[in-house]
């Protein structure tokens, strides 16, 4: 079937469970408790959607959440696709799609991700002003769809400075720091050699993950100003002996999990999109 048929049949489903949203955010690895100040009204299983795919990560619960945070109707993907779990980018971006369709005017994308730049540390917030795709792939590949957006894109302003402006505000009256960065994204799913974290530093990258970038570009595609925060959960630096697993990942996720949802909750409490 057509991609345009089978987001269609998603989009028609969840408008007739859910209705309309105004924001998305796609929650990220051990970040499942994103969204518990919210208002909820619907929870339905990724299995119950018609043509949706299935998480198949730890930490990614696979389940869409719907509430109210202020004036804004929250859609949330609790739990992602990745490219290195074999689907194709048509299928970890098809969320974005949706959304989209389904009324979103702004994407909020949370990460887990390694810190290449040796100011950070573990457990830092990094608001990504810009990114590096190294994963070999673009989600855009393929013929256009030209309803949904145009052929060639400009990544020029993919992250939303006027929201990145208002959390920053918000941050700096609750006294937290905010680290700004470069988000490089990888396929994965191993983690990068010394020789290749040495590179990823001297091209400009702050933080290095394996996901959110394919995501971005197609907000960008349909129009839709992206938020992205990466939490700092390991150190990927090229001098420093670890061995870095998934579960130190979820954990250290999971310690900032209540300061990132305090701010996004807060953002969208003050401001309408």
Request: hydrophobic fraction near 45%.
């Amino acid at each position: 079937m057509d991609i345009r048929e089978t987001v269609k049949e998603t989009v028609l489903h969840l408008e007739k469970r859910i209705g309309r949203v105004d924001v998305a955010i796609i929650i990220g690895s051990g970040l499942g408790n994103l969204v518990q100040q919210m208002e909820l009204e619907h929870k339905v299983p990724y299995s119950e959607i018609p043509h949706f795919p299935r998480s198949t990560v730890k930490g990614h619960a696979g389940e869409v959440l719907v509430g109210r945070i202020g004036e804004n109707r929250v859609l949330a993907f609790n739990g992602r696709f990745h490219y290195y779990e074999g689907y194709s980018m048509a299928e970890v971006t098809y969320p974005v799609r949706v959304a989209r369709l389904l009324g979103s005017k702004l994407l909020i994308i949370t990460n887990a991700a390694g810190g290449l730049n040796p100011k950070f540390q573990v457990g830092d917030l990094m608001i990504i002003e810009d990114h590096i795709n190294f994963m070999g792939v673009n989600p855009l590949m393929g013929p256009n769809v030209d309803e949904w957006g145009p052929r060639f894109v400009d990544l020029y302003h993919v992250y939303s400075k006027t929201h990145i402006e208002a959390i920053k505000k918000i941050a700096a009256r609750k006294g937290l720091f905010l680290r700004e960065g470069v988000y490089l994204a990888i396929s994965g799913p191993t983690y990068e050699t010394n020789a290749e974290l040495k590179m990823m530093q001297i091209l400009g990258a702050d933080a290095v993950g394996m996901s959110t970038v394919p995501e971005a570009i197609v907000a960008a595609h349909m129009g839709m100003p992206v938020l992205g925060i990466s939490v700092i959960t390991d150190m990927a630096l090229p001098y420093i002996t670890q061995n870095v697993t998934h579960e130190m990942v979820l954990q250290a996720a999971e310690k900032a999990s209540s300061t990132l949802s305090q701010l996004i909750f807060e953002l969208l409490e003050e401001v309408k999109v």
